[in-house]
């Protein structure tokens, strides 16, 4: 699987969006980019993922570029319970659909 | 739905000690995972199962095992415990196919003294 450079950490004001950057400049075809997040010491939470077209769900919206050597993760209205730990993973569909997990960004929401 | 269920939440091991760590999920997924996280760490990948009866190494399997005779169940395996074993441990579960996203229990939090 590809391997990821996030940055270790950065902060937000609530209320405010919060782009999330990372960097997968090794990425192949068939690899899905996905996003969890942890909050405290809770088990990771599931957010998003795609392939290569822009996702948005409920929670966030992923923007992969068109190379896909690198996405964002937008927040759109970060809160103070988004503060959390932010792992960008890229995995294949295949292999057990296994996840390998750096060491993410540490999201800090500021009022 | 509960979703993938881990017990104990806590736990302490005296070093040599076996136990074994439980983890069921209720959403009929084919495949199931341990991982480990260690302090201030991203989580490393200790086995996985991509079904009843089959299951294989991830990248950290020393002194665990693993079982899958249900689709439901995957309990983790502690049979020498030792200092270094220290830490969270992570169930997951996913359905099949490519692109399915791993739902993740809360944690078994486990100290070996």
């Not at chain 1, 590809?2 to 919060?18: I, L, W, Y």
């Not at chain 1, 957010?47 to 927040?75: C, F, P, Q, V, Y």
């Not at chain 2, 076996?18 to 200790?46: A, E, F, V």
């Amino acid at each position: 699987d590809a391997k990821t450079t996030q940055p270790p950490s950065m902060d937000c004001a609530e209320g405010r969006a919060a782009n999330l950057p990372c960097n997968h400049s090794t990425i192949s075809g068939n690899e899905y980019v996905y996003w969890y997040r942890q909050i405290h010491s809770q088990g990771p939470q599931y957010i998003i993922h795609g392939l290569k077209n822009n996702e948005t769900n409920e929670m966030a919206s992923l923007i992969i570029t068109e190379d896909r050597k690198s996405s964002t993760l937008i927040l759109p209205h970060a809160t103070l319970r988004d503060t959390a730990v932010y792992y960008c993973i890229v995995r294949s569909g295949t292999a057990g659909n296994k996840l390998t997990f750096g060491g993410g960004t540490r999201v800090l929401v500021k009022p | 739905n509960a979703g993938v269920t881990q017990t104990p939440k806590f736990r302490i091991l005296k070093i040599g000690q076996s136990m074994t760590l439980q983890c069921t999920q209720d959403m009929n997924h084919n495949y199931m995972y341990w991982y480990r996280q260690d302090p201030g760490m991203g989580l490393k990948l200790i086995y996985y199962s991509v079904g009843a009866g089959i299951t294989d190494k991830g990248e950290v399997p020393n002194g665990y095992n693993v079982s899958r005779s249900t689709t439901e169940d995957f309990p983790l395996r502690l049979e020498l415990a030792a200092p270094s074993q220290t830490s969270v441990y992570f169930c997951a579960s996913s359905m099949s196919g490519g692109g399915q996203p791993q739902h993740f229990g809360d944690g078994t939090r486990l100290s070996i003294l």
